[in-house]
């Protein structure tokens, strides 16, 4: 009942930035949290951040506090994910993701209902 559709990504230089941007529609009323994740080859799919919907909270990712940046416009059911000093291991595709319900944990990629097909982000030295 929830489609995500990200944009924003690109290759960019180390140290540069991007701004992700993740495009929400259907029932967006019902959204408790968006969060973004991403996953490198050979990787396991990786959480970066999240934000509450309509509460108000935000959570980041260790490797990423201090550079990178959640944000929201409910009115236009929007997510963004402004990131600087970008580093070549945040090589990655990056996925949007949304839940529905309360979160067990916001850093867990199986409590969100809804995913995009993600962007991808290429950092290069």
């Known amino acids: 009942q929830v489609q995500l559709v990200e944009s924003g990504g690109g290759l960019v230089q180390a140290g540069g930035s991007l701004r992700l941007s993740c495009a929400a529609s259907?029932?967006?009323?019902?959204?408790?949290?968006m969060g973004w994740f991403r996953q490198a080859p050979g990787k396991e799919r990786e959480f970066v951040a999240a934000?509450?919907?309509?509460?108000?909270?935000?959570y980041y990712a260790d490797s990423v506090k201090g550079r990178f940046t959640i944000s929201r416009d409910n009115a236009k059911n929007t997510l963004y994910l402004q990131m600087n000093s970008l580093k070549p291991e945040d090589t990655a595709v990056y996925y949007c993701?949304?839940?529905?319900?309360?979160?067990?944990?916001?850093?867990?990629?199986?409590?969100?209902?809804?995913w995009g097909q993600g962007t991808q982000v290429t950092v290069s030295s």
């Open positions: 934000i509450g919907w309509s509460g108000g909270w935000i």
């Open positions: 259907g029932r967006t009323f019902s959204m408790y949290a």
């Open positions: 993701a949304a839940s529905t319900i309360a979160l067990p944990r916001r850093d867990y990629a199986n409590n969100y209902n809804y």
